[in-house]
């Protein structure tokens, strides 16, 4: 299937973003977890910056994406929480400017880490939040095939939650990984909120360097 992808702008704030009301999925998790990865597997191609080295995403980088006959939709690559490095904060004010759009989010979680207590701390945000959020476990080509089931079932058990694996090396579990995002960005009636981001403690904070895409 045709994926279509394009870099659409770099948001350090609400009135960065594109105002024609397309859905929005913002793609959260710890710095290095692989968001920009995955963002690149699932597209086919590099749009997103990536980079061995934890802190590469600084601003909430925007991409237009359609799958198919599918319709557009924006896909936000968040920088990462759980990096310091000293410098001034901005990560909560980004991420929570973000989360008072209506915005479904995937939250990264490593598959070789179950359970860290700031993933914990962003699942109970992010599942608040959003507008419809899910749980991807990330990386799952670094664990040998005998130990994914074990895995899996840890990562599942201290979220309570579904967790889907995938690879953004190998594309595992990236066809599943559609079919959820179609359910997220797509549906036509986004749930209702449960209670307005600001009311709610922020997510784990990150120290931010100067600007960088
Ligand atoms: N083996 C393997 N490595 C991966 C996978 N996804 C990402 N990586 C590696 O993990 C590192 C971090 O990946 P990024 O995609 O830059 O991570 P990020 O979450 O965007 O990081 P920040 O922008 O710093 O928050 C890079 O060295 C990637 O090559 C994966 O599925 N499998
Ligand atoms: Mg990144």
């Known amino acids: ?10 948001a350090a704030a609400a009135k960065d973003f594109p105002h024609d009301a397309l859905p929005e999925l913002a793609v959260v998790g710890r710095s290095n977890v692989g968001k920009s990865s995955l963002i690149n597997a699932l597209v086919r191609q590099r749009v997103a910056r990536t980079s061995a080295e934890p802190g ?11 799958r198919g006959t599918g319709p557009p939709f924006y896909l936000i690559d968040l920088p990462g929480f759980g990096y310091a490095r000293g410098g001034s904060d901005g990560f909560d004010e980004l991420v929570q400017m973000v989360f008072a759009r209506d915005v479904a989010s ?3 979680v490593d598959t070789r880490h ?12 992010v599942s608040q939040a959003a507008c419809g959020a899910a749980l991807v476990g990330t990386k799952i ?14 990562l599942e058990s201290v979220f309570q939650n579904s967790v889907l694996p995938v690879s953004a090396v190998t594309g595992e579990g990236l066809d599943e990984l559609w079919k959820l995002i179609d359910r ?13 981001p600001r009311a709610m403690a922020p997510p784990p904070r990150k120290s931010q360097g100067p600007r960088k895409r």
């Open 1 to 10: 299937m045709k994926i279509t992808a394009e870099f659409v702008t770099s």
């Open 56 to 66: 590469k995403t600084r601003l909430a980088n925007i991409f237009r994406v359609r």
């Open 106 to 108: 995937l939250l990264l």
């Open 114 to 125: 179950p359970g860290l207590e700031n993933d914990l701390a962003a699942w109970r945000w």
């Open 141 to 154: 080509d670094k664990l040998p095939r005998g130990q994914r089931i074990r895995a899996l079932k840890e």
């Open 184 to 196: 997220l960005a797509n549906s036509p009636n986004p749930p209702p909120r449960n209670s307005p």
